[in-house]
């Protein structure tokens, strides 16, 4: 059995840091990211006259300094709880992603938003997100106990699941780059379609088994409806923020913007946790696959 508070407080911890992801993309999209100069403090004070883009900046700060409290209060509880040495080097790992991350969310205030340090900060937030959102899988019921499956396509489904989280990482940081330099969407674009169709591969290809498909179907089809919305999402940011630019940036504009970049973030959560169950989960088949092989050789 799994250890039910570490998993629940990593499941919140998790939630907070989408929460956080989402309030780093208004900034982004309000061009708030110099509303306030300084760093650590906002204007020299705790808590600022909350005006203008000031209020999407510190809103962010004020977020990111709670999941930092959440994620030390994690690695501690983990470090307490749990026996297996590398999930406590995973909370570690995760307790280490988030203080870089606010050195960096810092050092994009002092330095004036240079565009490897923004790029940097807004990837890493997607890797930290990943970590702990791998620390509530691996702490739940199923990783502790969950039976495994024999499959006759693990591989080929374990494979198709990899190249689709490599794919989406660098969809994030094409975007990231689209977002801090106003460059060409076309890589951006063209990698969108290689994601969609990598979603598609994977759904057919758990349907196939029984079993599997009892086991993931419903975590790869909510990969398949997270791709598609933001397939929409993606021509409504770009006809938005492209087509019909403008300054100061329209209330839709920012919520078609701030709506991508966080359901990137949801689609890279969702992929990379599902890999990790089929890992988990699946095993190959191998006397069904020999036997299969065999009746197909004439």
């Known amino acids: 059995m799994g250890d039910g508070l570490t998993h629940r407080f990593a499941i919140f911890t998790a939630a907070t840091t989408v929460l956080l992801i989402l309030a780093g993309g208004l900034v982004t999209s309000t061009g708030s990211g110099l ?54 080097h995973l909370a570690l790992g995760a307790l280490v992603a988030v203080v870089v991350q606010a050195v960096l969310g810092g050092l994009t205030v002092i330095y004036l938003l240079p565009t490897w340090i923004s790029v940097s900060h807004a990837c890493l937030a997607q890797t930290f997100l990943c970590l702990v959102a791998a620390l509530a899988l691996c702490t739940g019921r199923e990783w502790r106990g969950g039976e495994r499956i024999d499959a006759v396509y693990a591989g080929s489904i374990q494979r198709l699941l990899v190249a689709e989280t490599a794919l989406v990482y660098l969809q994030l940081i094409l975007g990231a780059v689209v977002r801090h330099t106003n460059a060409s969407v076309k890589l951006h674009i063209v990698n969108a379609f290689l994601i969609a169709m990598h979603s598609i591969f994977i759904l057919l290809k758990i349907a196939r088994e029984e079993r599997v498909q009892k086991a993931l179907f419903r975590h790869s089809a909510l990969l398949g409806i997270f791709v598609t919305f933001q397939v929409f999402l993606g021509f409504g940011a770009f006809i938005m923020t492209r087509m019909l630019a403008s300054e100061p940036a329209t209330v839709g504009q920012v919520l078609f913007a701030t709506a991508h970049q966080t359901l990137g973030a949801l689609i890279l959560v969702t992929s990379f946790l599902l890999t990790l169950r089929a890992y988990r989960l699946l095993r190959r088949d191998r006397e069904t696959e020999s036997t299969a092989v065999f009746t197909r050789v004439p």
Do not use: C, N
């Open 35 to 88: 509303s306030v100069p300084d760093w650590p403090l906002s204007y020299g004070q705790l808590m600022p006259p909350m005006v203008g883009g000031i209020r999407f900046e510190h809103s962010h700060r004020m977020i990111a300094g709670f999941v930092g409290i959440l994620t030390l209060a994690l690695t501690v509880l983990v470090w307490l709880r749990e026996k297996r040495r590398w999930v406590k």
